[in-house]
């Protein structure tokens, strides 16, 4: 089955800095990447996703890359702020199957 | 519309004990799942359902069983809870596994403690 992981397991990074999570993932067939963001104790909500047939996705200050021949993914946060502060998963699917997630990445933004 | 809920949203239970988690949703979605959140771990899935009257293992099924008798529910079961089973448990919901909108939306969860 598919095996998701995801690099650092903990970032810290002044407010105004941009901010970096990568993942791999080992199965060729996966065609759908989401990322969720947890705030603490409450529940994942999407931020962003990608398909396979796109290598970037823009969403103001949040932008996904995915690199199909290397099998990985990342996200990218710029001008982070401290609202930006909680854990983000990725995840991969072969669309129309359930989804794989990473370990998640506590992001702490420091005022 | 109230989404995804969960119910209930905290519980203790000795080792040995049953539960049921319930699920609801109102977006008349067709997927459902179920997850354990440990920590360090992230979101594992349990079990899922394509559909009204179906329900397939996922990642860490052992332990647990599922029930979708009606569409905007989705049962989860600890016949005899042990504490290896303590974690959080989320359940999500999708339009269908295909097609342009695949977004999980997740409920609360449910903190379950088993002693």
């Known amino acids: 089955g598919e095996n998701v992981e995801q690099h650092p397991s903990t970032l810290s990074v002044q407010e105004g800095d941009s901010a970096v999570i990568k993942c791999t993932y080992s199965?060729?067939?996966?065609?759908?990447f989401p990322w969720y963001k947890q705030e603490l104790g409450k529940r994942p909500q999407l931020i962003i996703d990608?398909?396979?047939?796109?290598g970037e996705k823009k969403d103001q200050r949040i932008a996904v890359t995915l690199n199909k021949t290397a099998k990985h993914f990342s996200l990218h946060i710029t001008e982070t702020q401290p609202e930006d502060s909680a854990v983000y998963f990725c995840a991969a699917s072969i669309i129309a199957r359930q989804l794989t997630f990473g370990s998640g990445t506590q992001l702490t933004v420091l005022p | 519309n109230a989404g995804v809920t969960q119910t209930p949203k905290f519980r203790v239970l000795k080792t040995g004990q049953s539960m049921t988690l319930l699920c609801a949703q109102d977006m008349n979605h067709e997927y459902m799942y179920w997850y354990r959140q440990d920590p360090g771990m992230g979101l594992r899935l349990i079990h899922y359902?394509?559909?009204?009257?179906?329900?397939a293992k996922g990642e860490v099924p052992d332990g647990y069983n599922v029930s979708r008798l009606k569409k905007q529910n989705f049962l989860l079961g600890l016949e005899s809870a042990a504490p290896s089973q303590t974690s959080v448990y989320f359940c999500a919901s999708s339009y269908s596994g295909g097609g342009v909108n695949n977004e999980q939306f997740f409920g609360p969860g449910t903190r379950l403690t088993v002693l």
């Open positions: 199965d060729s067939a996966s065609n759908y």
């Open positions: 990608i398909r396979s047939n796109v």
């Open positions: 359902s394509v559909g009204e009257g179906t329900t």
